[in-house]
């Protein structure tokens, strides 16, 4: 007997618990990046080290997903998430406790972004749990832009709470945040309706062992995975020298940081707008031509611009282009990968992208000209190039 197909309003206040534990989960993130050179004298330690609070959430994604996505696959989106949220709101309050010795406060972080993949990986697995075919692709859209706005948050409130050189305040605030967020998860969300939201939530879906040898005999999901290695990193890796990209160029921190926000501006503006064309079109392919096509051109006059009005013009859509593919590549990797589950997809899509920001920042962080990185985004707008003529070897997903 076939269940009820039914779509419930509790979805949103689902939709919303995860947008705020994932903007939490970024401030705790991003929370040493906007005082690198206060923590530099609060610590005594090198730039490469307060650099690291930040990359250790990149290095440990990489094996901590598979967990994380074995859990979700088998435990449901609740339990899944909810461990992220328990282990953000305990190292978030851990870390302030160690605030002034540096290796405690390190290890505390590492404890965090162990907690990241439990929530990232989580968001189609939410999308499918809770929200009709119609809506799927923009509330995974909404959900990853909660992860725009914590990086945001992130770098506007920081230097408001540091008080001189001391750091406590901002740490005994995230942990206080982290804390009480992470329980008003855990009490209030729930992992899915009492009847599904679509006849596909019901499919008898395969483990994440043998899922992940599906994925990977899948040549479509080989281009997004190489799409998401590529998207990904170099935003990442442009969001992390942004100051070296415009400090040769005559401007000053300052600028960097308009410079950067318009880029997350530029994600959420394009994330809102591609996510909701996607489920209302039921398109991927074009979409992500559309973005990818964006991303490249604006990369490429980022890489030769010296023009204040340019630099953030086209900053802004090169947010928009790469970030805006997000949603729609994770949605289109389910649709094309069923009966595998959401989070296997999600998770290794994810994973790729963390690894490829790791990679990228490391092998271009000296790939200059008398101090100028234009021959490093030269590289990745190639490389952003390649990944726009691959796409189009992906197909469009008949509507059903």
Do not use: C, H
Request: cysteine-free; proline content about 4%.
């Amino acid at each position: 007997m076939s269940e009820k197909i039914q779509v419930y309003r509790f979805r949103w206040i689902v939709l919303l618990l995860f947008m705020l534990e994932n903007i939490t989960m970024q401030i705790l993130w991003i929370s040493f990046a906007p005082v690198r050179s206060l923590a530099v004298t609060f610590y005594g330690v090198d730039f490469l080290l307060i650099d690291l609070l930040a990359m250790s959430f990149m290095i440990v994604y990489i094996p901590i997903t598979f967990l994380s996505t074995w859990i979700i696959d088998k435990y449901g989106f609740r339990i899944g998430a909810g461990i992220g949220a328990i282990i953000a709101g305990i190292f978030g309050l851990l870390r302030f406790i160690a605030f002034s010795d540096y290796s405690m406060v390190l290890i505390f972080q590492i404890g965090i972004g162990i907690g990241q993949p439990f929530i990232l990986n989580a968001v189609t697995k939410l999308s499918a749990n809770w929200f009709p075919d119609s809506e799927r692709t923009t509330a995974t859209g909404i959900a990853l832009l909660s992860q725009f706005l914590g990086i945001a948050l992130g770098m506007f409130i920081t230097p408001i709470l540091v008080i001189g050189n001391n750091l406590l305040p901002m740490l005994l605030t995230y942990g206080i945040i982290s804390m009480i967020t992470g329980i008003i998860f855990i009490i209030f969300i729930k992992d899915k309706p009492p009847t599904p939201p679509s006849k596909e939530i019901s499919d008898e879906k395969v483990f994440m062992f043998e899922g992940l040898r599906t994925l990977f005999t899948n040549k479509y999901f080989i281009i997004l995975f190489v799409l998401f290695f590529l998207g990904l990193g170099i935003f990442n890796t442009i969001t992390t020298y942004i100051e070296g990209i415009v400090i040769p160029r005559g401007y000053d921190q300052n600028f960097a940081g308009i410079l950067g926000a318009l880029m997350l501006l530029g994600g959420i503006v394009g994330s809102i707008i591609m996510s909701t064309l996607s489920d209302k079109f039921r398109k991927r392919k074009i979409l992500l031509l559309i973005s990818l096509m964006i991303a490249t051109i604006s990369l490429f006059i980022i890489t030769f611009a010296y023009d204040a009005v340019l630099l953030n013009l086209f900053g802004f859509l090169l947010g928009f282009g790469i970030l805006s593919a997000g949603p729609v590549g994770l949605e289109y990797a389910v649709d094309l990968t069923k009966p595998v589950p959401e989070a296997s997809s999600n998770g290794m899509l994810m994973m790729i992208g963390q690894l490829g920001g790791i990679l990228f920042i490391l092998s271009l962080e000296d790939v200059t000209i008398n101090g100028d990185y234009w021959p490093a985004l030269l590289i990745q707008a190639i490389l952003l190039l390649v990944a726009f003529v691959i796409t189009f070897f992906l197909k469009e997903k008949r509507n059903e």
